[in-house]
């Protein structure tokens, strides 16, 4: 029998036995490493960010994109200040407020109105006066009871008495008074020192610099309300004298607008400048643009896109596929799955999105459409 001690001897034995065995065992042979890309060629950063397509010919609509910024229509806005001194008793306009033409926007209380129309009554009295003493004079003549001088002395005060009358009526008129009220018998006038300033045409309520109680005068640069009519606007552009040719008025277009990407305003060219700026050499277009749904603001940038020929198919590749590297274009080709080729292009802008290829890239061939620029930063590194 094996005694306690040569049995724990025999298992101290089989353990250093057991290490050794798995010391000697031989270490796993590394993984393989992937193939390095030959000389002109580079592996994708990632695949997944990257989108291809095949260079084919399309139909490209050639265009002219001018930049410029909404503005409002011609004739379509008013900027109103008060033609008279006085203190504002009521203001009936706020802003935002839809009014139309002939609407009342505030209440001024004048004593412009009060003085111009006691001049009126003034004159008025004048010139039944001197009519009557002309009337009187021409019948003492006609009897040679009056000098030939006096009639003419008569009839002279009755050519000023009508002058000064007409413009003391045309002050009145000046300051808004119905005419239909100036011709009444004195009687029956009803003319206070209220004067309740209008709105010239029908529109939105955009600015408003007035409040109950404010003095306000006669000074056109005090712009009390501006009113627009807001359902139609103008994009105002540059055009280069040198595309000039290329605009034409009623000439159809597309505006689009930072604050919705992706959709299109339909427009219509209203007019061409006839003035060059100097410094930009640029020239003013005008065109229309419908907003009854008061979506475009006035001052928001724009761009307006004229069609400028008929669709031709060309060699079209986005501009996104294109880089430019020392002033040289540059696409990249589909070599493999993931393995990609450096090819220098000849492009020339079309459209707003594509361009066309004139060298460099033939219909077939597969080329980099999206992250493009990340090929091109593995090729710096």
């Known amino acids: 029998m094996i005694s306690g001690a040569n049995r724990a001897v025999a298992v101290s034995l089989v353990l250093l036995l057991c290490a050794c065995s798995q010391k000697q065992e031989p270490a796993s042979a590394p993984a393989a490493s992937p193939a390095e890309p030959t000389a002109g060629q580079l592996a994708s950063p990632a695949t997944g960010q990257i989108e291809t397509a ?15 910024k909404i503005a409002y229509g011609e004739d379509r ?5 008060s033609p008279l001194q006085g203190r504002v008793v009521e203001v009936r306009a706020k802003l935002g407020d839809r009014v139309e033409a002939g609407a009342t926007l505030l209440v001024i209380d004048s004593s412009d109105i009060t003085a111009a129309y006691s001049e ?11 009519t009557r003493a002309q009337e009187l004079a021409k019948e003492l003549y006609a009897t040679k009871a009056l000098a030939l001088k006096d009639l003419k002395q008569a009839e002279n005060d009755l050519i000023k008495a009508r002058a000064e009358f007409r413009r003391s009526k045309e002050r009145l008129l000046s300051l808004r008074i119905p005419g239909a009220e100036l011709e009444k018998p004195l009687a029956q006038q009803r003319i206070t020192s209220r004067f309740e300033m209008k709105s010239p045409l029908a529109g939105t309520v955009v600015e408003r610099a007035v409040t109950p109680g404010q003095s306000v005068g006669g000074d056109p640069a005090q712009v009390l309300f501006t009113v627009a009519d807001l359902d139609r606007l ?3 552009a540059d055009v280069y004298e040198r595309d000039l040719a ?9 505006i689009n607008v930072e604050a919705y990407p992706g959709t299109d305003f339909a427009s219509v060219v209203a007019s061409i400048g006839d003035v060059v700026d100097p410094n930009t050499r640029t020239i ?3 065109a229309w643009v419908d907003n009854r749904e008061q979506r475009l603001k006035p001052e928001m ?19 996104e596929a294109v880089v430019e590297i020392d002033g040289k274009h540059f696409v990249y080709l589909v070599e493999a799955p993931g393995r990609y080729v450096k090819r220098e292009v000849v492009v020339s802008n079309v459209s707003g999105g594509q361009v066309r290829v004139l060298e460099g890239v033939t219909s077939g061939q597969r080329i980099v459409t999206k992250g493009a620029v990340l090929v091109k930063g593995q090729e710096v590194k």
Do not use: C, H, M, N
């Not at 009554?121 to 001197?130: D, P």
């Not at 290329?246 to 597309?254: A, D, I």
């Open 234 to 236: 103008q994009v105002v």
């Open 77 to 81: 806005y008013s900027k109103i200040s």
């Open 120 to 130: 009126f009554v003034k004159e008025a009295s004048e010139l039944e006066y001197s």
């Open 284 to 286: 003013k277009v005008r």
């Open 301 to 319: 940038f724009a761009r307006l896109r004229l069609d400028v020929g008929d669709a031709t198919p060309f060699l079209a590749i986005p501009k």
């Open 54 to 68: 095949v260079v084919d010919f399309k139909p490209v609509q050639p265009e002219l994109v001018l930049v410029g």
């Open 246 to 254: 290329l605009v034409k008025v009623s000439q159809v277009g597309r």
